[in-house]
C-alpha cells in the first residue's frame, strides 16, 4: 500500500472548468513533488515544495498551480486545461534527512480534458 | 550534469527465464542510483537503490542490480522471470542540486513475459 494518497484517481474536465488535484502523506517528508505523465513515457517533473516552499517549477504554464498549505498536503490547482494537459499526475515526496533522492509515489491522478 | 541511458525501450522474455534490463548512466560526482517499477494505472514503486555501500543491490520481487563504476551501468536483472513482473521499469540518478536531490529517469523499458 502507498503512503501518498492522491485525490482523485480519476478526473475529467472541460476546458473552461476548474477543479483540484489533491496529495497527502504522513511519513513526516518534507518534499513533495508534482509530475506529469504521458503514456509510455518517464515522468516529467513539474513543481518541488520544500519545506512548504515552492523551490522548483519547472517552466510549468500558469494554468497549473500549485499549492502546499501545510507538510502533509499538496495541492494542484487546474484552470482552463488543453486537452494535451490529459496525463497521469503523480505526486511523491522524499525526506529531506540523509536524502537521496528516493522518491515515494502515489497512485496517480489521471486527468482527462475533453 | 546527470543522465540515465535505458538500452531497449522494450525486453521480452519468457516465464523462467533471465531477465536483463540495462541502464547507464552519467555524473560528475558520485551518484545514487535506482531502479523503479510500473504496474498498469500506478505510480511507481522502488524496486532497489544503491546509494555508495555494496555494489550488488539486492531489491524487492527477486530483483538485484550491480553498480559498475568502470562501466557506468547499473543493469537490474532477475534470475526467473514471473507473468507478474510483467511492467514499465525506470532506471533513475541523482545528484545533488541546489541542496536537494531531484532524480533524472531514463525513458523506461517495457518487460513483456510471454508463457
Known amino acids: 500500500d502507498t503512503e501518498v494518497t492522491q485525490t482523485p484517481k480519476h478526473l475529467v474536465m472541460g476546458m473552461t472548468n476548474k477543479k483540484s488535484l489533491k496529495c497527502e502523506q504522513h511519513m513526516g517528508h518534507r518534499a513533495m513533488y508534482w509530475y506529469k505523465q504521458k503514456a509510455k513515457k518517464p515522468p516529467e517533473l513539474m513543481f518541488v515544495y520544500s519545506y512548504e516552499k515552492l523551490s522548483i517549477n519547472e517552466s510549468v504554464p500558469s494554468r497549473f498551480s500549485p499549492e502546499c498549505p501545510n507538510s502533509s498536503l499538496l495541492n494542484l490547482h487546474l484552470h482552463a486545461l488543453q486537452p494535451e494537459d490529459s496525463a497521469l499526475y503523480l505526486c511523491a515526496s522524499s525526506s529531506r534527512q540523509g536524502n537521496t533522492g528516493e522518491l515515494f509515489f502515489g497512485e496517480g491522478s489521471r486527468l482527462t480534458v475533453l | ?115
Open chain 2, 1 to 115: 550534469a546527470q543522465s540515465v541511458t535505458q538500452l531497449g525501450s522494450h525486453v521480452s522474455v519468457s516465464e523462467g527465464a533471465l531477465v536483463l534490463l540495462r541502464c547507464n548512466y552519467s555524473s560528475s560526482v558520485p551518484p545514487y542510483l535506482f531502479w523503479y517499477v510500473q504496474y498498469p494505472n500506478q505510480g511507481l514503486q522502488l524496486l532497489l537503490k544503491y546509494t555508495s555501500a555494496a555494489t550488488l543491490v539486492k531489491g524487492i520481487n527477486g530483483f538485484e542490480a550491480e553498480f559498475k563504476k568502470s562501466e557506468t551501468s547499473f543493469h537490474l536483472t532477475k534470475p526467473s522471470a514471473h507473468m507478474s513482473d510483467a511492467a514499465e521499469y525506470f532506471c533513475a540518478v541523482t545528484e545533488p542540486l541546489g541542496g536537494s536531490y531531484i532524480p533524472t529517469f531514463g525513458r523506461g523499458t517495457s518487460l513483456i513475459v510471454h508463457p
